[in-house]
């Protein structure tokens, strides 16, 4: 492309040498006529380069999701699924029985089906969080 450019340019400088020396005014014309060329070619260079920075950027932003092996919801989910984890663990704790009495609180609905049950849960997400891949949206 640059080629093309430059061949362009050299097209337009000679034709305005060739203008200004069967004119008389050669110190004026040239000059002139060749900063429009220049001007115009780097103009154009510059479109040309926006254009492959732009497409250099989309490359690397692709090659960034190719290296990274989960996306951001896929760790949204991870992060839900370790605070019901904890969640759980936290309502199966509490204090036990001491030395001399039995206390029935160690057999309560919240320690024995709802704590391990969220727990169970949050383990669930997590396996689905780090298996999911979120596809890309179909219309129509």
């Known amino acids: 492309m640059k080629r093309i450019l430059s061949a362009a340019a ?10 200004g020396c069967s004119s008389g005014t050669a110190s004026s014309v040239p000059v002139s006529a060749s900063s429009a ?9 510059e479109t040309a380069s926006s254009a492959v ?4 950027k989309a490359e690397q932003r692709k090659e960034a999701e190719a290296r990274m092996p989960l996306g951001r919801k896929n760790y949204l ?4 699924g370790l605070g019901i984890i904890i969640l759980g663990f936290i309502l199966m704790s509490g204090g036990g029985s001491p030395d001399e009495s039995f206390n029935p609180e160690v057999f309560s609905t919240r320690r024995i089906v709802v ?3 969220l727990s169970f849960l949050g383990f669930l ?3 689905f969080a780090i298996l999911w891949t979120p596809g890309k949206k179909k219309n129509g």
Request: without cysteine; negative net charge; charged residues 15%.
């Open 53 to 56: 920075d732009e497409k250099n």
């Open 115 to 117: 704590g391990p049950l």
């Open 125 to 127: 997400l997590m396996a």
């Open 10 to 19: 050299v097209l337009a400088l000679s034709a305005s040498l060739l203008v």
């Open 77 to 80: 989910f991870m992060l839900i």
């Open 37 to 45: 060329a220049e001007s115009t070619v780097s103009s154009v260079e």
